[in-house]
């Protein structure tokens, strides 16, 4: 048993690199809101904020220690990119894809593992779940086909995790899953014509007869419900719970563009006057007052839920997955967070007023990017009340495996 002293010899280190890394995270926010327009009108986060989010470990935020990584938890990388979501939605949720996909890259074997980080500790990966692709058996693994769309981050991965449907020598579907497929056996289609998010570059991955090895094929069905053998059991990292996990880092870049709607209306409503009416600033009217209170409320309600969430799967992770109730609660918590931002971000709007949605003004970008990262599919909120609520009543119909 550590003494008093040995455990706090011990945090010291722990506190100070999170306060480094913290500090690092936050003097990004003047380069990535610079660069904000650059990504939109290129539709690509620019490469200098690439480098500037590897060079502070952002990607390195959930891989392995012994591969250099930071090997933090979803609380770390929550708040990360909820700090980077206030200065620019495209980059804070490019960064947060590449941390949680190089943490599901660390679920497959050790083999794998090594294929991804073992040369490069700064492997980028990204991926799409959807099984749009298909798997046919041949020795050693599988030939892959198929095309995943809404790949994020697509023009600077290495690695790509994607779903897929495993046939066996029959012809028969066996098994949902991931494969790990380097960057190169990939083509990139540009697809991603969108209102808002343009900067992440979400275009579709496409693979032709590409061969995965067996061991690069990580089951969807026995991952989201446990069924995995870590060979090195001290990663408690790697115990986190599957759904929630890829879920939950959705949360982050949303809470960071609330923040930012609401900073930009508090500041500009000591000064700007509210047209049509006696009042020289909008915060003397009583109305704007109540909105942004309402605004403010809603933010804080979506921190609440996100944050009790991650924290549940963030305990859970030394000891065992979350079972399934405690999963369903947590999907229908994302999406409910997700609509609280969403809502406050419009009546922000409408307590600023129609210069908001001038192309100039970030307000605009904002609504666009959080409207677009709010329709991700795993934060649809009618699929998490769904899902909630046969959970409540114990109704045992499964209508979604990213539970």
């Keep these: 048993m550590p003494s008093d002293s040995d455990i706090a010899l011990d945090a010291r280190p722990v506190q100070k690199a999170e306060a480094e890394l913290a500090a690092r995270v936050e003097a990004l926010r003047p380069l990535l809101r610079e660069q904000a327009g650059r990504g939109e009108t290129d539709r690509v986060v620019p490469a200098q904020i690439i480098e500037a989010l590897g060079e502070a470990g ?23 990119s ?68 809404y790949n994020s981050g697509a023009p600077y991965a290495t690695w790509a995790a994607v ?93 960071g563009l609330g923040r930012a709607a609401l900073d930009i209306v508090l500041e500009a409503a000591a000064a700007k006057p509210l047209s049509f009416t006696t009042h020289a600033r909008q915060a003397d009217s009583v109305g704007v007052q109540m909105q942004v209170a309402e605004a403010a409320l809603k933010l804080e309600t979506a921190r609440l839920h996100t944050y009790q969430a991650v924290d549940a799967v963030d305990r859970a992770a030394p000891v065992a997955p979350l079972d399934y109730a405690a999963r369903a609660h947590i999907r229908a918590q994302a999406g409910y967070a997700a609509q609280q931002v969403l809502e406050a971000i419009g009546i922000l709007l409408n307590a600023h007023g129609s210069s908001a949605f001038a192309e100039t003004h970030p307000l605009q970008r904002i609504w666009r990017d959080a409207n677009v990262a709010a329709r991700h599919a795993g934060l649809i909120p009618a699929v998490g009340l769904e899902v909630y609520g046969k959970s409540l009543l114990d109704v045992d119909e499964r209508v979604s495996l990213m539970v």
């Design 82 to 149: 909820e700090t980077l979501g206030t200065a620019d939605g495209s980059s804070a949720w490019t960064g947060m894809i590449i941390a949680v996909t190089n943490w599901l890259a660390c679920l497959f074997p050790d083999k794998a593992q090594e294929d991804v980080f073992g040369a490069d500790p700064d492997a980028r990966v990204t991926g799409v779940a959807a099984p749009t692709g298909m798997g046919e058996k041949v020795p050693g693994g599988w030939r892959v086909s198929g095309r995943w769309s």
């Design 58 to 80: 952002v990607f390195r935020l959930l891989t392995p220690k012994r591969y250099g990584g930071l090997e933090t938890d979803l609380r770390t990388l929550t708040e990360v």
């Design 163 to 255: 779903g897929a449907l495993l046939k066996d020598d029959h012809g028969a579907v066996v098994d949902q899953a991931l494969v790990l497929i380097p960057a190169g056996d990939l083509t990139i289609e540009d697809t991603w014509h969108m209102a808002g998010m343009k900067g992440t570059a979400s275009n579709t991955l496409i693979a032709r007869d590409v061969f995965v090895p067996e061991y690069r094929a990580l089951s969807v069905p026995a991952t989201a419900e446990g069924a995995r053998v870590r060979s090195r059991p001290e990663e408690a990292l790697y115990g986190s719970t599957f759904g929630p996990m890829l879920l939950l880092c959705l949360m982050g870049p949303l809470l």
